[in-house]
């Protein structure tokens, strides 16, 4: 059972609320990625960090913002939520060498009425 | 850029049959070839993975193999069970190597 946690796993909120999604991981992995996936589509890359102080944003566009301020911890944050932001959110986080596995937490499904 | 087609049709396989799901991808080959399994609303969960020097890989009742010339790998589960119904996820780096694409995945159901 892979060690990483996101909170909520559910989560329905109005439009223009501000929401932070929770991530953690206690198995000190340097890499962690948040990805964005839709019912039977294939995950999207939306943000990584190869460390504690380094975000890069990720292949699909997203008004979503991250931060690692510390090596367990990858908060996504969204400012003002819509309707086009309802999907399934995923953290997942991995060894730092290439190759190895990615680590995946159960997601929060977030739906933005 | 680097594009993973995989059987978007659901496969349906009978109990015991071995099912054989296909991955390709369209342009350089990559250093390795991972494959996930996932269930309904959870996370991707490693199974195996393969490198370029590799042909076939196993692990219990999962094989897979790689063909770096036909741009393809090939995930094998022998003596399927209902159990093993979910979707599988070919994965593979980006040109950079420190990302990997996902497949959209091809959802298979076992039936007993």
């Known amino acids: 059972e892979a060690d990483i946690y996101q909170t909520p796993r559910y989560l329905v909120i109005g439009t223009g609320k501000k929401i932070t999604l929770e991530c953690s991981q206690t198995?000190?992995?340097?890499?962690m990625y948040w990805y964005q996936q839709d019912p039977g589509m294939e995950l999207h890359l939306i943000h990584y960090?190869?460390?504690?102080?380094?975000?890069e944003k990720g292949d699909l566009s997203s008004e979503s913002t991250v931060s690692r301020i510390r090596t367990e911890h990858f908060p996504l944050t969204l400012e003002s939520a819509r309707p086009s932001h309802t999907s399934q959110y995923l953290c997942a986080s991995s060894e730092v060498a290439d190759g190895y596995e990615q680590y995946f937490g159960p997601g929060t499904r977030l739906t933005v009425t | 850029s680097q594009k993973i087609e995989q059987n978007s049709e659901a496969l349906n396989i009978q109990e015991g049959k071995t099912a054989t799901l296909t991955c390709n991808y369209t342009?350089?080959?990559?250093?390795?070839l991972q494959w996930y399994r996932q269930d309904p609303g959870r996370g991707p969960v490693f199974l195996l993975l393969?490198?370029?020097?590799?042909k076939e890989k196993r692990k219990e009742r999962l094989k897979v193999t790689f063909d770096t010339t036909l741009k393809q790998s090939l995930f094998h589960i022998t003596a399927s069970q209902p159990a093993d119904s979910a979707t599988y996820l070919c994965?593979?780096?980006?040109?950079?190597?420190?990302?990997?694409?996902f497949g959209s995945g091809t959802r298979l159901s076992i039936r007993p």
């Open positions: 994965a593979l780096p980006y040109s950079s190597a420190s990302k990997i694409i």
């Open positions: 342009n350089y080959s990559p250093a390795y």
């Open positions: 960090s190869y460390g504690v102080n380094s975000t």
């Open positions: 393969i490198r370029e020097n590799e």
């Open positions: 198995m000190g992995h340097d890499k």
